[in-house]
């Protein structure tokens, strides 16, 4: 199977580490709200896309500028 290049890595990590941890959060934000009603899973659906669509470009956005700003000064450099 052909890999992506290593290039890729700087897109492909916060879109995965976005699908994965709303899909938790939400799930289990969901569960709590409303316990295993009927119709549980596509509310879960539903508010795992909002979640998602919010998330994915807010950590496009906000990872270069933790790196860069905030973890500067808890890091130290090699």
Same mark, same amino acid.
């Given at each position: &199977?052909?890999? #992506?290049?290593? $290039?890729?890595?700087r897109f492909a990590l916060p879109m995965c580490t /976005?699908?994965?941890m /709303?899909?938790?959060? $939400?799930?289990f934000a969901t569960w709590r709200?409303?316990?295993t009603a009927p119709g549980m899973?596509? /509310?879960? &659906? %539903?508010s795992w896309l909002i979640a998602w669509?919010?998330?994915a470009p807010t950590m496009f956005? &906000? &990872?270069?500028?933790?790196? %860069?700003? #905030? #973890?500067r000064y808890l890091i130290e450099e090699p």
């Amino acid at each position: &199977m052909k890999k #992506l290049p290593a $290039s890729y890595l700087r897109f492909a990590l916060p879109m995965c580490t /976005t699908v994965f941890m /709303t899909f938790l959060v $939400s799930g289990f934000a969901t569960w709590r709200a409303i316990g295993t009603a009927p119709g549980m899973v596509w /509310t879960w &659906m %539903g508010s795992w896309l909002i979640a998602w669509v919010i998330a994915a470009p807010t950590m496009f956005v &906000m &990872m270069p500028i933790v790196r %860069g700003w #905030l #973890l500067r000064y808890l890091i130290e450099e090699p």
